[in-house]
């Protein structure tokens, strides 16, 4: 509380710093480095990610307590420091402080008032209400446009988690809808025409989760979320809500896709049906591998964690980090966008079940690329590019995954025809 005051009486006038703690100086010659170079990855980060201006320079450590004394490892890890800046356009020298600013609460009830729309549009969508309880809701949605002028500090955190749940809901509902209609076809797309629609519905899906990231900007465009006076806390509950999305959609559009309009008989009948169904041994299977995925997810998502990557995974993001101007995030590029590949391959071959799985492992990926814009901290630039990058190295992964699955599954199809 006292440092709030402080640098609010100050008028913001301050800069971000970095302490050089121990566990982050003993990471000499680690991930297979002979350096210091992990150190110097660890300051990079923090001055190209997280807004650090101030960094207090401490020796590194040659083990757990023994100075390192090389001169030398300290100028290659700052020369080194320096010319990995120079494309971000920063440089060692004296720093600027923070410049005050803030968004006028008209600004803010504009926003907040796409926001209500867009949630009452996911909605509409989700239920099929196509009726006048539809339309309603989008009168009473411009309710929202006040609600900054009766609680401005309110507003910014709750319109903040409704924009980054229902843009990423609406990117859900739309790449399910897609895959639907895939699924619904007679007729069969070959593996050109599977990977170029796979890579439309990826891309639409990503634009409008960046439509969403835009609103979450905006909302939280203050100087406080800047240097991190107050942190937007519903990464979380952000990251988890559109799965409940997902969810609500297989239900009442995939097992109960033949009903105009729903009502509690029309949801609970679905959930029955499927508690009654066959269930293969694969599907446990599948389901065991998902479990595991989406604890790992969870518990790797959020400002703090305590599931920390593998070394291996480590040492590749280090490699990323170093020939891209942004290091893609790997649940994107190497799991939820190849997902929508498979989930359009597996749609297309009408194959049950695995259509369902691959897409809720998509979900992972609309709702990652809110996350990355809600640290206010990161400039906008990187977090742009960070999510352009992932889009197509997740198109390239996901195009050789739809080759490699149709090879499998014409060699599965082979043997069954054989063994009749």
Known sequence: KGIVELVTNLNYETVRGFTMWDWIRQRYQVYGYDGAEE???????AVTERNIRFVLFKPFYEGTDKYLTNVAEYERTFNSLKERLEPHDMKLGKTNSVTEFHIGNFRLAILCLGVAVASVYLFNSVFKLHNNIGK????????????????????????ALCAAVAFSGIAVYYFMSMIKKIKSS??????????????????????????????????????????????????????LLPFGVYLLILILQFINDNVVENNLKTIVSPIAKVLNAN?????ILLAGILA????????????????????IELIVRNFLENILIARPRTKEFLMAFPAIFAAVFAANKKIPFVTEAFMLIGVIGTSSIINTFCHIRTPLYLSIDRTLISMCFGIIIGSIAIIILNGIYKIITNMQERLK
């Open 39 to 45: 150190i110097e990855n660890s300051i990079y980060r």
């Open 279 to 283: 269930i293969k041994v694969y599907y």
């Open 292 to 311: 595991v995925v989406g604890y790992i997810y969870i518990a790797r998502t959020g400002h703090e964690t305590n599931v920390q990557p593998s070394n």
């Open 186 to 239: 007679k007729k069969e797309l070959t593996t050109s025409k599977m990977i170029f629609s796979s890579s439309i519905v990826l891309i639409v899906t990503c634009l409008i989760s960046l439509a969403g990231a835009a609103f979450i900007v905006a909302i939280l465009s203050d100087v406080k979320y800047m240097i991190e006076l107050d942190i937007f806390r519903g990464v979380k509950i952000a990251q």
């Open 136 to 159: 309603i809701l989008y009168v009473l949605s411009l309710g929202a446009f006040f609600a900054p002028f009766v609680s401005r500090n309110l507003s910014e955190k709750l319109f």
